[in-house]
């Protein structure tokens, strides 16, 4: 038994915001990478994007409930500003939000883990 | 006295007054919405815990100032349809758009 080993047992539980972090990057730059904003993909983009971080962090098998939620915006000199606040338990849940960019658009997603009694 | 269909019906009318309570009037400035979108999801949720139900909740707010650029959200959710649900309050004024959703989990 290695202690590398023991470790990744002990987390098995919690919910990791750097997984997720990777988890989020990876799903928004394999379904977006190179694109440029446009209106009429925009809507299949978004929910790609959630479907598939969904799917991933179920994957991992913790007893979490997961909620993501993803905003696009196009860069038009806007100023966008978003806010989270959770009522919870801060021992067991998480949350983590990643801001991603190209040349002509913005992302904010944000994945929300809450434990399973 | 006031009677609502659903959980997220009243939901989105605490959210719908907490939002015109903080920001209703105001015109979109860069240095304060910082503070406004903190004090949208404060006041949602410090309403929201005074219904005294049995949930955990996530409040999200995204305020965008009117220029012209697209915006798109979406979410999903992984958990207990038949307990679980969600709203969405999109509000906006002369100057800008603020959408508000809000998850509750049951414990």
């Known amino acids: 038994m290695t202690g590398m080993e023991e470790y990744h047992n002990g987390n098995e539980g919690s919910f990791s915001s750097e997984e997720a972090d990777a988890i989020v990057k990876e799903c928004i730059e394999s379904v977006i990478g190179g694109d440029d904003y446009n209106q009429n993909q925009v809507n299949k983009w978004t929910a790609t994007i959630v479907e598939r971080c969904l799917t991933q962090l179920v994957r991992q098998g913790k ?3 997961y909620i993501v939620t993803c905003a696009v915006m196009q860069k038009t000199g806007a100023g966008l500003h978003s806010a989270n606040s959770c009522y919870w338990d801060t021992a067991m849940d998480g949350s983590c939000t990643v801001r991603w960019e190209n040349r002509t658009m ?3 997603v944000s994945v929300f883990a809450v434990a399973i009694a | 006295m006031d009677d609502y ?28 919405v ?13 309403q929201l815990g005074k219904l005294g139900k049995p949930f ?4 999200n707010c995204i305020i965008m100032q009117k220029n012209g650029a697209g915006l798109q959200t979406a979410s999903a959710c992984f958990w207990d349809n038949s307990t679980d649900g969600s709203c ?10 603020c959408i508000v959703n809000v998850f509750g989990l049951a414990i």
Request: with cysteine; proline share 2%; hydrophobic share 30%.
């Open chain 1, 63 to 65: 007893p979490y409930k």
């Open chain 1, 106 to 108: 913005y992302f904010v």
């Open chain 2, 34 to 46: 910082n503070q406004w979108s903190t004090s949208v999801v404060e006041q949602c949720l410090g």
């Open chain 2, 56 to 59: 955990k909740y996530i409040v």
């Open chain 2, 5 to 32: 269909q659903t959980e997220e019906e009243e939901s989105a009318f605490v959210v719908e007054e907490s939002v015109e309570a903080t920001i209703g009037r105001n015109t979109y400035q860069h240095n304060r």
């Open chain 2, 88 to 97: 969405a309050v999109r509000w906006e004024n002369k100057s800008m758009y």
